[in-house]
């Protein structure tokens, strides 16, 4: 086994890590501290520690801490550039209690890999061609206080389904299964997995409303539903887990076009969730 480590000043001893091939050297890409609450962006800069800021910054952070991140997977289409500075970690004690502000150093593998531009004072990642690699969140304090989160980057093509443009990875298929009148079914597929992404359009009589759309769910009240844009489209989003089933659902409008997008069987990792809502986040109106 490979061992390949390089060392900071003071409190950041040592950033390696292992694998049976080979070891994976992270360089720093920026220091700062987790989210204030969960689901915020955290306060990124390239560097922001010293020396001798050690002791004032590390000083409330002692104790067993776990960090970890919301978004555990990153899914990009070439040419696109994600910054570092939406990242959103987590950090919380044993006892359970969410510690706000923990001083982090986010690292990237520190290798030509073909697929993405690291922009160190830009504190970004540009898409190239496709691949994958992790990100690295660590401790400022203490470095066995570590998580990894997936970035990848998939190449795609473009279709459109009635007016509506998507981005579809290359290892999907897209099959038409009927059309009813006005509505328009069909089908994503991922030829490697045979996972199936239901989506149902339909063109309703008058502009589609927040309030109507939220009750086309049917879901109770007491149920938390976000209104959040998705490509041109806005609307909910739901997933669950009933009778050993996993399910995610969209309800989405532009306009009088609704679209209704659905999943259900076995629960998903979180590289292919985050293709799936990268695919639901592609939406366009066709401008032709």
């Not at 560097?47 to 067993?64: I, L, Q």
């Not at 093509?157 to 990875?169: A, C, K, R």
């Not at 089908?187 to 239901?198: P, Q, S, Y």
Request: with cysteine; hydrophobic share 35%.
């Amino acid at each position: 086994m490979i061992k390949l480590c390089f060392y900071l000043v003071l409190y950041l001893a040592s950033a390696c890590s292992y694998s049976q091939s080979v070891s994976v050297y992270y360089g720093t890409a920026g220091e700062g501290y987790s989210s204030p609450t969960t689901g915020e962006n955290i306060d990124l800069s390239y560097r922001k520690f010293s020396a001798p800021m050690a002791t004032e910054v590390c000083g409330p952070f002692t104790g067993d801490l776990m960090l970890s991140s919301p978004q555990p997977a990153i899914v990009l289409f070439p040419g696109e550039a994600f910054s570092l500075t939406e990242l959103k970690v987590d950090a919380i004690r044993g006892s359970g209690e969410y510690v706000q502000n923990l001083p982090i150093v986010i690292g990237v593998p520190e290798i030509e890999n073909g697929f993405l531009n690291h922009r160190p004072y830009e504190l970004s990642l540009e898409a190239v061609g496709p691949g994958s690699m992790s990100i690295e969140i660590m401790g400022y304090c203490n470095p066995n206080h570590r998580e990894y989160l997936t970035l990848t980057v998939v190449n795609t093509t473009n279709e459109t389904i009635n007016g509506t443009v998507l981005s579809i990875p290359e290892d999907w298929a897209l099959n038409s299964e009927q059309q009813t009148g006005s509505d328009n079914v069909i089908t994503l597929i991922n030829n490697e997995t045979n996972f199936e992404l239901k989506v149902k359009q339909m063109n309703m009589p008058g502009t589609i409303t927040a309030e109507k759309l939220r009750a086309l769910t049917n879901i109770s009240d007491s149920v938390v539903l976000n209104h959040e844009d998705w490509g041109d489209y806005s609307g909910f989003h739901h997933e669950y887990f009933e009778n050993n089933r996993f399910y995610m659902h969209w309800w989405l409008a532009l306009e009088n076009n609704l679209l209704l997008v659905s999943y259900a069987g076995a629960e998903i990792n979180n590289i292919e969730k985050a293709i799936v809502k990268k695919i639901i986040s592609s939406l366009k109106k066709d401008s032709r």
